[in-house]
């Protein structure tokens, strides 16, 4: 009986030696796809990382054109605004001259009216 049990013991030791090496194998296999499937993703990351950092920089490029851009439209239209408000100025300066003008041709006229209306009271009497 004793032998009996040792033999069993032995087949037991076997059959879990055997399992163990098949599962070392499938866990060897496993760890194999894993890694595949591990340097797949990495390289898939890398290149999209890649793709990324393409587009970062034709954004900045863009960003960069457009800031040069826009300076110069903004010192276009200072200059322009620069030209508009010495028009203003000269125009102001004439309108001003022209009031002055319309004042002394007003007291003028006061002062001809006052001596028509004179004249034309001396001669109506």
Do not use: P
């Not at 022209?98 to 028509?116: C, G, S, T």
Request: aromatic letters at 8%.
């Amino acid at each position: 009986m004793e032998e009996l049990l040792k033999q069993f013991m032995g087949q037991m030791d076997s059959r879990f030696e055997q399992m163990e090496k098949r599962m070392d194998v499938r866990f060897e296999e496993m760890e194999k796809r894993m890694d595949a499937r591990f340097e797949e993703m990495e390289e898939r990351m890398d290149a999209r990382f890649d793709q990324v950092d393409k587009r970062f920089d034709k954004v900045e490029l863009d960003m960069a054109n457009n800031q040069t851009e826009n300076r110069s439209h903004f010192r276009h239209i200072e200059e322009r605004l620069d030209k508009q408000e010495q028009t203003f100025e000269v125009v102001a300066e004439e309108i001003k001259g022209i009031k002055i003008d319309i004042n002394y041709l007003n007291q003028k006229v006061a002062k001809h009216d006052m001596e028509i209306n004179n004249l034309h009271q001396r001669l109506s009497i």
